[in-house]
């Protein structure tokens, strides 16, 4: 899949009721795809099956959010993430994430599992949306791109401890007012 698509700036939705369902071996391929990630990616079955998930990655979502997604689940935990990815005609859409590994009998994890549902409009707007801006310029103000994951993920740790959260928490408690750095 072409990775150099340019950006519409629109928007794509999805109902509330649907759910986007992917899943991928361990290097990140996808394995299987419904038919709603297919229709918001703008991908046919055939074009999704063996491509890396991150051909839908849009370049919006800071690299750090990525590096703790990634060592959270290979390190067999679930995660819960805000993301927002690039159909392939360059169109965007926002989802909140979770990823669960795979095991077999063995206890070995096999691959990945991710349902995505519509994210509410509102904790988009006033805190994910910011958070990640501010994530973006903080990885655009290095000379190079080692450097500024480095930085961005510093620049999150500290936000998360500044709310006495870890990322799940913080994740889960977003929008409601209620985290231990608001009190």
Request: charged share 30%.
């Amino acid at each position: 899949m072409p990775r150099d698509t340019y950006l519409t700036g629109v928007e794509r939705r999805f109902d509330k009721d649907q759910v986007i369902v992917t899943k991928t071996d361990l290097k990140g391929r996808i394995t299987y795809a419904n038919d709603i990630f297919q229709q918001m990616s703008n991908v046919t079955e055939k074009q999704s099956l063996g491509q890396p998930h991150s051909f839908i990655r849009h370049p919006d979502m800071p690299r750090c959010v990525f590096k703790m997604f990634w060592e959270t689940i290979q390190g067999g935990n679930e995660i819960f993430a805000y993301v927002i990815n690039r159909a392939t005609n360059g169109d965007h859409y926002w989802v909140y994430a979770h990823v669960t590994p795979s095991f077999n009998d063995a206890g070995e994890i096999v691959g990945y599992h991710s349902n995505r549902r519509k994210p509410e409009e509102r904790i988009l707007k006033e805190e994910v949306i910011p958070l990640y801006t501010a994530l973006r310029e903080e990885e655009a103000r290095h000379e190079n791109a080692k450097q500024g994951l480095a930085a961005s993920t510093d620049k999150l740790t500290r936000h998360l401890a500044d709310l006495g959260l870890e990322y799940d928490e913080f994740i889960c408690t977003l929008g409601q007012g209620q985290r231990r750095g608001d009190r």
